[in-house]
């Protein structure tokens, strides 16, 4: 399952002209998007973004750092778990993915962490 989101990140980032890489200081808090995974997988899937690391993807979707906040992370989470779901349905692992639910929670429980940045801003992947 690792390959699948790691690979889903890096095609995000890249497709927004980001810069990719694994992140050294991972984000404590941050807002949230659930996505829930079913089939040859099942797990809940969680986005965690930092306003900041939203600012940088909002800039270099958008131009600009005006945007709606939830729409903004449940997109990206749509982007990420759907182009996971592309990935590994290559391998023939099949699964279908819910729609993007943004939580205004702090503390979530998983058993994973998976830690990137784009252009140096950090973002995770809990599942």
Do not use: W
């Not at 941050?30 to 965690?48: A, H, N, P, Q, R």
């Not at 306003?51 to 131009?63: C, E, N, R, V, W």
């Not at 990420?80 to 290559?90: C, F, T």
């Not at 699964?95 to 252009?119: A, W």
Request: charged letters at 25%.
């Amino acid at each position: 399952m690792k390959r699948f989101f790691s690979k889903a990140a890096e095609n995000f980032v890249i497709s927004l002209g980001g810069n990719f890489g694994k992140c050294d200081n991972p984000p404590k808090e941050g807002f949230i998007s659930k996505m829930e995974i079913d089939g040859d997988i099942k797990k809940t899937i969680y986005i965690l973004v930092p306003k900041k690391t939203l600012d940088t993807i909002s800039m270099l979707l958008f131009g600009e750092n005006e945007y709606d906040l939830q729409s903004l992370i449940n997109e990206i989470a749509n982007l990420i778990v759907g182009n996971a779901k592309v990935i590994a349905s290559e391998e023939n692992v099949h699964f279908n993915i819910s729609t993007p639910e943004f939580l205004n929670i702090k503390n979530i429980k998983y058993e994973n962490r998976e830690d990137y940045n784009i252009n140096g801003e950090c973002f995770s992947i809990l599942y």
